[in-house]
């Protein structure tokens, strides 16, 4: 089946400008996680979600970040307001389960804020 | 909270030398993931360890797993061109996976 689809591969935003990132899971993956990478850096974790449990947003850097995943399926990232540190690679991964199941990472999204 | 030490950083290795990632936890994990990201491109699933002094291989990659479950490396013999990229390892942290910095191998034809 399909993997972990992101879009888009690619954004260049203004700072200040809001942006929405969208990460599309494998079906029937339950779990679903945002990380960051800055270039040359490790994974950042951002934010967690598990069926219809409350996420766990314990990793967002700010109140500028939010996310929401609808249905059990799509995820959405958001940043308001953007700066210039939050350049960087947003991936998404989703997992059967959670911290025993592999994760699947998507291609992920280049965020620039020029 | 469960921390994930990777080292090192940075290897580089003639193409046909061998190669050596160590993991280091605080904590003892029930498993740990190893997981290979191309330059460019995302992080994919290598394999999982569980059982306390496991040793798994795939090809010229061999993976071990700690007697005490704390530690963990990946060695690749004869490291080819196609080795390039970084490799990180994975506890399960309380159930959001703690990714170690990784290590980027390069290899020198």
């Known amino acids: 089946g399909a993997g972990v689809s992101q879009s888009p591969s690619n954004k260049v935003t203004e700072k200040g400008k809001d942006v929405e990132l969208r990460c599309d899971p494998i079906s029937g993956h339950t779990a679903l996680y945002w990380y960051r990478q800055s270039l040359g850096q490790g994974l950042e974790f951002l934010i967690y979600f598990q069926g219809n449990s409350a996420p766990d947003k314990s990793g967002l850097p700010s109140d500028r970040f939010s996310a929401e995943r609808t249905g059990g399926s799509v995820s959405t990232l958001t940043i308001q307001r953007t700066q210039q540190e939050d350049s960087a690679v947003y991936l998404c991964a989703s997992s059967q389960t959670d911290r025993n199941s592999p994760l699947h990472f998507g291609n992920g999204t280049r965020l620039t804020v020029t | 909270g469960q921390q994930v030490m990777q080292i090192p950083q940075y290897q580089h290795v003639q193409e046909g030398e061998d190669f050596t990632t160590y993991c280091n936890s605080s904590t003892t994990l029930s498993n740990i993931q190893w997981y290979k990201q191309r330059p460019g491109g995302h992080p994919v699933f290598l394999i999982q360890?569980?059982?306390?002094?496991e040793v798994k291989k795939q090809k010229r990659l061999t993976f071990q797993f700690g007697e005490a479950k704390k530690n963990s490396s990946l060695h690749i013999t004869a490291t080819q061109t196609t080795d390039v990229g970084t490799y990180f390892c994975a506890g399960p942290g309380s159930y959001i996976p703690t990714f170690g910095r990784g290590t980027s191998l390069i290899v020198h034809p």
């Open positions: 360890l569980v059982k306390s002094g």
